[in-house]
C-alpha cells in the first residue's frame, strides 16, 4: 500500500441515494432518446483538445444523436465502427468535470476506459513529444476522496497495462517512459520548490484529471489504463521560462493518438474479449 495524505471524505459503508445522480441528469431527455442513447463499452476519454478533431479526420469517427448533461462541459460522444465498436468523447478539463463527464458515459454503457492526455514533463530528462505511461499516481486533486480512501495513490488495471506494454513493444516506438505521475488541481501553485520534491519521490509527469478518473474507475470496478504525451518540460535546474509543445509536437501527439486507439480497438483483456 502506498501511503498517501489521508483525507476523510469517503465513508464506504455509505450506501444512501445520491441527492443529483447521473441518471437524474438524463430526465430531460425525450423517452425515446433515454432508450436507444448507448456509449460502447470501449469509450477512449481525451484530455486534450487536439484529440477529437483528430480521430473525425483519421478514423472518420461519427457524431452520436446526443450530447451529455453537465453543469460546465457538454460533451459530444463519437462512435467508430469495426472490428469493436468504440467511442470518443472529450472529457471536462480538471477533475470535478472530468468525472462528470465519466459518470454519465458509465450510465450509458462504458464497461472499459482508455484515457489519453497531455502531462508537464517532471522527469529529470524527459522532452515533449515522450511518451508516459503512468504505473502509479500521486492523488494531488480532490475529486478522487470521494470515492475511495485517502491513503493509497491510484493505479492502472495490472492486465490492461500489460496488455499495453506488449503491444507497444511491438510497434517498435522508443519513446515510451513508465513510472509515477501525479494529478493536481493547483495549476499555478506547481512551484519549484514542489515539483524537485516530486521529482524526489521518484514522480515523473503531472497531469490534472487522471488520478481521479482510475480511482472513480476504480469505485465502479471498470478496468483503465492512460497513456500521456508530455507536452512541456519542466526546467527545474536553472530558470528557464516555461515553454508549451514546440516543433513537432502536433505530429508525435496524432501519432500517439494512433497508437493508442489502435490498442484500445483490438486488445485484449486477460486473453478474453472485451
Known amino acids: 500500500m502506498t501511503e498517501n495524505h489521508a483525507v476523510k471524505w469517503f465513508d464506504e459503508s455509505d450506501d444512501s441515494r445520491c441527492v443529483i ?13 433515454r432508450k436507444s442513447a448507448k456509449i460502447t463499452e470501449r469509450l477512449v476519454m481525451f484530455e486534450t483538445d487536439a484529440g477529437i478533431p483528430y480521430v473525425k479526420k483519421r478514423f472518420k469517427a461519427q457524431k452520436n444523436a446526443f ?5 460546465i462541459a457538454k460533451p459530444d460522444v463519437y462512435t467508430v465502427e469495426g472490428k469493436n465498436i468504440i467511442s470518443f468523447m472529450q472529457g471536462g478539463f480538471g477533475a470535478p468535470a472530468a468525472v462528470f463527464a465519466f459518470e454519465m458515459a458509465v450510465v450509458l454503457g ?34 478522487s476522496y470521494h470515492y475511495t480512501t485517502g491513503e493509497t495513490n491510484a493505479f492502472p488495471d495490472k492486465d490492461l497495462l500489460s496488455e499495453l506494454k506488449d503491444y507497444l513493444c511491438q510497434t517498435g516506438e522508443n519513446t515510451v517512459i513508465y513510472g509515477k505521475t501525479v494529478s493536481t488541481d ?16 521518484g514522480i515523473i509527469g503531472v497531469d490534472m484529471e487522471a488520478s481521479a478518473l482510475l480511482a472513480v474507475a476504480g469505485y465502479h470496478k471498470i478496468p483503465a489504463i492512460c497513456m500521456f504525451i508530455v507536452s512541456d518540460k519542466h526546467d527545474l535546474e536553472n530558470d528557464s521560462p516555461w515553454k508549451w509543445g514546440g516543433n513537432g509536437f502536433a505530429k508525435k501527439q496524432h501519432k500517439a493518438i494512433d497508437m493508442f486507439v489502435e490498442f484500445a480497438r483490438n486488445t485484449t483483456f486477460s486473453n478474453q474479449e472485451l
Not at 492526455?117 to 515522450?130: M, S
Open 110 to 143: 462504458c464497461k472499459y476506459l482508455f484515457l489519453f492526455g497531455l502531462c508537464g514533463g517532471v522527469g529529470k530528462g524527459l522532452e515533449v513529444g515522450d511518451i508516459v505511461i503512468p504505473t502509479e499516481i500521486v492523488r494531488e486533486e480532490g475529486t
Open 67 to 71: 450530447t451529455l448533461p453537465g453543469f
Open 21 to 33: 445522480s447521473p441518471v437524474d441528469c438524463l430526465s430531460n431527455w425525450p423517452d425515446d432518446l
Open 186 to 201: 493547483g495549476v499555478f501553485r506547481q512551484t519549484k520548490t514542489k515539483e524537485l520534491s516530486w521529482r524526489k519521490n
